[in-house]
Nanobody
């Protein structure tokens, strides 16, 4: 089992940047594929980005491709989401997710463990 805690959210103007972090504790972090999802008010949770156990393979939602970058530091048991050129439509609660199966797809049912989320608000 793994526990996930997100941090780094906040209020930023459109065009700005934020870096989210997700620290993991428990079972060996490098056993898990990791992902970021987000959920805006009144909308379903949606996939943002995912990364495999080594960091050698990543995937992104079309809406964030070219603006967001997912990375991980297994020595620090942390996964990051660097968000650049933020837009008001990026406003949401961002969640970190993990699974031990290696799945790095876009379906939230494929992830076993979730953090509590961190709020990102982008003002226009």
């Amino acid at each position: 089992q793994v526990q996930l805690v997100e941090s780094g959210g906040g209020l930023v103007q459109a065009g700005g940047s934020l870096r989210l972090s997700c620290g993991a504790s428990g079972r060996s972090f490098s056993d898990y594929a990791m992902a970021w999802f987000r959920q805006a008010p009144g909308k379903e949770r949606e996939f943002v980005a995912a990364i495999n156990w080594s960091g050698g393979s990543t995937s992104y939602a079309d809406l964030v491709k070219g603006r967001f970058t997912i990375s991980r530091d297994n020595a620090k048991s942390t996964v990051y989401l660097q968000m650049n050129s933020l837009k008001p439509e990026d406003t949401a609660v961002y969640y970190c997710a993990a699974n031990p199966s290696g799945y790095t797809g876009r379906y939230y049912s494929g992830y076993l463990y979730w953090g509590q989320g961190t709020q990102v608000t982008v003002s226009s």
